[in-house]
């Protein structure tokens, strides 16, 4: 840190004095909301009593983590966390991709409107809603798919029952809710694409499968990496909000996740300190996998979010 | 471009600015402006008067659970400000995490005068020392409350001798459900409605057989009957966290040594295919569907519901009825029902507040005798009528009363059973099913041993978790899915959860009682 | 070899537009589902009779919904926060992306991590409610767009975004004299639509969707957002029993039919529905057309 480069610094800064004017709101937002509520953290560490105050509740140490860590159930919840993330992640960041390529090709404008728009409305429905939709399309008395399935000579599935079948009940009903939603960012960037690419290819010959393979993926490739590495931040939510609606004590054993197991054991009490200390667990495994996950795409793939 | 931006920023700007400078403390509706008038109706005046309580009325804050209206814009808000001269703002706790809000709201000393609590809420202030002891103002401007709300219900509210909030119960000993089943299938296929166990079990079963249909449906969120389980010697009710006298001391239902052959039963049923079995995923609106489209024979009932019920079922099935199933009896031919008396809501009023005498004033001058029943049931001859000592509503002028219980911070424990009874009977099916289903249940109640107890410590912490935990297991028994074998050590985790801490101290309550 | 692949083509855009029309489908029943069920008589609905069509049609449930003055205070109050807050972030979040577009920019990697550190950690509940009372936005409407007005996620898509923008663009603008700041408004912001247009749907959506901020710093009925209304409605149906030792009667007669139910849901979410078809028009292919030439 030579004298020099201080100078240096200094004629950076003030060559781009408005760049970092224009920062200093959204820098000061962070500061603000962010930031000066961060000291939270510590709740983690203490045993905390809303009305003690945070200084005058004891210290504890890593106690609350023992706990969770040492639980009998933890074992099996951290499991299914990172099983149904998995799944979620191998099966349905995909989807969105493949749909919005597959919908760039349609070129009836008021068909592709008209798609788009009836596509994307599952995501607003609430979980709950979405729950009772399903558990009527699968219900073994009455619902549409077991009538389809013995129609055609097999045995109906209890599909909320079966600790085989449910997770990729939990999968497919995520799937059907978010992917029209999901789909939305990745047409954005390919309307980007300079269209100029395609005719270039076009008079070359190239085929439909050719231009898609060469021009559209490529087009996706900076969104589909941040994308993908932001989605690793957060692989310990496996859908708590969906899977507390939908799942029941028979398939526990498969669809019981960190979230879910956390919120049964605190009924009825506010253990502040227990679900902080929970979620600083998610948040430095997300956080670590971000990291790790920005530096290979820089190294391997020379671009990332920093 | 540039411009267009920064007029549009300009503008947000103003408004949020202009949004702001409304301030915190609530936007208030009002429509009238009412200047504090003289205390109207309430002829009964504190004992003793001193100047704390004359000049102007202040603006009372009053935090409520959640509902579904507008509470200060509704007719009972107004009503009430003309009878008492008191203006209240009323905040409402969210449906959901209300605890959490409470908890966010009371550390940070927000300035509420009444809150209406739930026991569990109450506890948590009372031991936080967020609540102000009544015992005083009580005696001094709480005459009415003495007078109306009787001691063992007081004592719900009192923790070491100190009362720390206005109890209101006193809606009085009512069955709440019961098991219907469909009286014309019966009748075709000649059976006669079972009245105990085992004739239950033999309708289920020719139910099936004959018929095809799910005999029996219901909601996996119930998984303790308490039709059923009451055959057990178990009295629980729909909230599954009874209290049971046995053997002179008091027991969780989770103990009762006949649980086990309850689950053994329920399992039977279920494997014979008696029970729905999407029974663990069912919720009750699924198990009303069911019910009313014919796909079920029997089911439980809320009283509440029956109308509901009675009107998709005909519309269905125009010739189809149901019956409701007399408690059924037990081994020795005896049939019981469980209930709890318990106190519904606690009012508090939080230490910080400034206008502690005026709120208990309040309190206590809505519960004068004519003016509470006219917040209740409104006026005779213009909302209701009295004949044959009983209270029937005059519609429409009724219905502008269905919220006023949201207001009361307190009830004459003598006459308001009779008051809501006239709100049943807006609906002469409602009426006449839960007039049934009372005579039914005539002289065959349990009483939670618990219901007036106060807050006991160990029992807030654990219970709603462990009926959870109770629920989900008792669910997998019935299904199948975890073998009763394993039943000893469920029990055995539920004790060392919390079971065994809530029993000693139940106990140790239970105890001074005799 | 052409005729070949016109064959596999043609295929493949027949197989194409089934497929969509396939996604349609398994996609809008719910929603006439819940239109249906909303113009229903509440026997047949809470007897599964009702399906894709109404039946005993009636119009009431949505007289009943639009006149409750409490349904058309939350409505205001959502759109309100809806359209301020959308705009606001919108200004905000490209103000800071531009900046962190730029791999020069000294620091740039600092900053970014300070955004992306927010979107894993936070403080927490209680010390965030602390700090809206003590900037005394609590039971204010504001509560309801301020703290939300960045989200790393937008930032990062719309920097994203920025950094595609070929250089050239930005440097024939800064040739002709222009500070950052114009060329930020005049040059990238128009060739931006497509992000634009879609980062101002995602704040829009979530200002919309949020009931959990009102939930918490809300207080006033008078107050509520629209989707905190809702889902008290709904939730009240099913947890009579479920919350108390002891059952509040005059609570359990108070239960919101489903049909009722029905209609708030599709009356809340319609509006929101509208803005994807408005923003579509900007999506569109070839923004980048001659504006460069060598």
């Known amino acids: ?306 | 471009m540039k411009k267009t931006i920064t007029l549009l920023m300009l503008i947000a700007v103003m408004i949020v600015s202009a949004c702001s400078s409304s301030g915190d403390g609530g936007k208030n509706t009002n429509k009238e402006t009412a200047s504090p008038t003289s205390t109207g109706n309430a002829t009964n005046a504190p004992q003793g008067e001193d100047d704390v309580l004359s000049g102007t009325k202040p603006q009372l804050r009053q935090l409520q659970p959640f509902d579904r209206f507008d509470p200060n814009t509704y007719f009972t808000a107004g009503f009430l400000e003309e009878k008492t001269g008191y203006k209240t703002t009323y905040d409402m706790l969210p449906e959901e995490l209300p605890n959490e809000k409470l908890n966010l709201l009371m550390s940070n000393r927000e300035k509420y005068d009444i809150m209406r609590l739930t026991k569990e809420q109450f506890f948590t202030l009372a031991e936080a020392g967020a609540l102000e002891p009544l015992n005083d103002l009580i005696d001094k401007y709480g005459s009415n409350l003495k007078a109306g709300i009787e001691d063992t219900t007081w004592s719900a509210a009192t923790i070491d001798e100190k009362i720390y909030a206005i109890p209101q119960g006193g809606t009085g000993i009512y069955a709440s459900s019961s098991l219907v089943i469909r009286k014309d299938w019966l009748e075709e296929l000649q059976l006669e409605v079972p009245t105990n166990r085992d004739e239950l079990y033999t309708v289920l079963k020719a139910i099936k057989d004959k018929k095809g249909v799910i005999p029996f449906t219901g909601t996996g969120q119930v998984s303790v009957i308490p039709e059923i389980a009451s055959t057990f010697g178990i009295a629980n009710t729909l909230t599954n966290s009874a209290w049971l006298e046995v053997d002179g001391g008091v027991i969780h239902q989770a103990e009762h040594p006949r649980m086990k052959e309850y689950l053994s039963f329920m399992n039977k049923l279920y494997k014979e295919g008696l029970l729905d079995s999407e029974w663990p995923i069912n919720t009750s609106s699924v198990a009303i569907e069911r019910f009313t489209s014919g796909q079920s024979a029997m089911m439980s009932l809320a009283w509440w519901s029956a109308p509901s019920v009675v009107n998709a079922l005909k519309k269905n099935f125009p010739d189809a009825d149901f019956v409701t199933l007399p408690f059924l009896k037990d081994e020795q031919g005896v049939s019981t029902i469980g209930v709890n008396t318990g106190i519904t809501y606690f009012m508090a009023i939080p230490k910080w507040s400034e206008n502690k005498e005026h709120a208990m004033n309040y309190m206590n001058l809505k519960l004068e005798k004519d003016l509470f029943k006219e917040i209740v049931i409104g006026q005779e001859g213009v909302h209701h009528k009295f004949e044959d000592g009983k209270y029937f509503p005059i519609l429409p002028a009724f219905d502008d009363l269905n919220n006023a219980s949201f207001y009361l911070t307190g009830v004459d424990e003598s006459v308001y059973s009779t008051y809501w009874q006239a709100r049943v009977r807006k609906d002469p099916i409602l009426f006449n099913y839960f007039e049934e289903l009372q005579q039914l249940a005539d002289g065959l109640f349990v009483i939670d041993r618990l219901s007036n107890a106060p807050p006991i410590a160990s029992i807030s912490e654990h219970s709603q978790k462990l009926t959870k935990f109770s629920n989900d297991t008792y669910l997998q028994f019935i299904a199948g899915t975890a073998s009763l074998d394993t039943f000893d050590s469920y029990l055995a985790k539920w004790k060392a959860d919390g079971g065994d801490a809530m029993n000693k101290d139940a106990n140790a309550w239970f105890s001074t009682q005799k | ?294």
């Open chain 3, 1 to 294: 070899m052409r005729q070949r692949t016109s064959i596999l083509d043609k295929v493949f855009v027949a197989s194409n537009y089934t497929f969509f029309i396939f996604m349609g489908v398994i996609t809008i029943f719910p929603f006439l589902n819940l239109i249906a069920k909303s113009l229903s008589s509440e026997a047949a609905v809470i007897s599964g009779q009702v399906n894709l069509l109404p039946v005993d049609l009636q119009f009431g449930t949505y007289a009943y919904v639009i006149s409750d003055k409490l349904f058309q205070s939350a409505f205001i109050n959502s759109v309100i926060v809806t359209v301020v807050g959308t705009l606001l972030s919108l200004i905000m979040t490209s103000l800071s992306a531009y900046p962190l577009s730029k791999p020069k920019l000294r620091g740039r990697k600092i900053f970014i991590l300070m955004f992306v550190f927010t979107m894993l950690f936070s403080g927490g509940l209680i010390p965030t409610y602390l700090l809206i009372r003590e900037l005394g936005l609590v039971n204010t409407l504001p509560v309801l767009f301020l703290p939300g007005m960045i989200s790393v996620f937008n930032m990062l898509v719309i920097k994203s975004y920025f950094e595609n923008i070929p250089e050239a663009l930005e440097e024939s603008a800064k040739i002709d004299g222009a500070s950052n700041i114009r060329t930020l408004f005049q040059v990238v912001l128009p060739l931006s639509m497509p992000v634009l247009a879609t980062i101002s749907l995602f704040y829009a959506v979530a200002f919309w969707n949020d009931f959990f901020t009102a939930m918490i710093y809300i207080n006033s009925p008078d107050l509520k957002p629209l989707q905190l209304y809702l889902k008290e409605l709904l939730a009240s149906a099913n947890n009579i029993f479920l919350k108390l030792d002891t059952i509040d009667i005059n609570m359990a007669m108070n239960v919101s039919p489903q049909a009722i139910q029905s209609a708030s849901i599709i009356v809340a979410t319609i509006p929101i529905l509208l803005v994807y078809p408005f923003l579509q028009k900007y999506f569109v292919k070839g923004v980048m057309l001659g504006s460069v030439k060598g």
């Open chain 1, 1 to 306: 840190m030579t004298p020099s480069y201080f100078k240096r610094l200094r004629l950076d800064v003030v060559r781009e004095w408005d760049l970092y004017l224009m920062l200093i709101p959204g820098i000061l937002f962070l500061l603000l909301f962010k930031y000066t509520p961060m000291y939270g953290i510590v709740i983690a560490f203490k045993d905390f009593n809303i009305y003690d105050g945070l200084a005058a509740s004891p210290w504890v140490g890593m106690e609350h983590f023992e706990k969770l860590f040492l639980s009998e159930d933890f074992a099996r919840v951290f499991k299914n966390t990172l099983i149904i993330s998995i799944y979620k992640i191998f099966f349905l960041f995909p989807l969105p991709i493949l749909l919005a390529v597959l919908m760039n090709e349609i070129k009836n404008m008021v068909f592709k409107r008209g798609i788009q728009t009836i596509v994307y409305l599952p995501h607003f429905l609430s979980w709950v809603i979405v729950s009772g939709l399903f558990l009527q399309l699968l219900s073994t008395n009455g619902g549409l798919i077991n009538k389809m399935i013995v129609g055609l000579g097999g045995e109906s599935i209890a599909f909320f029952m079966n600790t085989e079948v449910f997770r990729s009940v939990l999968i497919s009903s995520a799937g059907w809710k978010e992917v029209g939603w999901g789909m939305i960012i990745y047409l954005a960037s390919i309307a980007t694409i300079d269209p100029q690419l395609y005719e270039a290819a076009k008079i070359d010959g190239a085929s439909r499968f050719r231009q898609i393979w060469h021009i559209t993926l490529p087009g996706l490739v900076p969104i589909i990496i941040l994308m993908f590495i932001l989605r690793l931040g957060n692989i310990l939510e496996a859908g708590t909000e969906q899977i507390l609606v939908m799942y029941n004590s028979i398939v526990y054993e498969v669809a019981d996740v960190i979230g879910t197991y956390v919120y049964r054991i605190g009924l009825g009490q506010q253990d502040y300190s227990f679900s902080t200390a929970v979620g600083l667990f998610d948040s430095v495994i997300g956080f670590i996998l971000i990291i790790t996950g920005n530096y290979l795409s820089r190294k391997f793939l020379k671009r990332g979010i920093w």
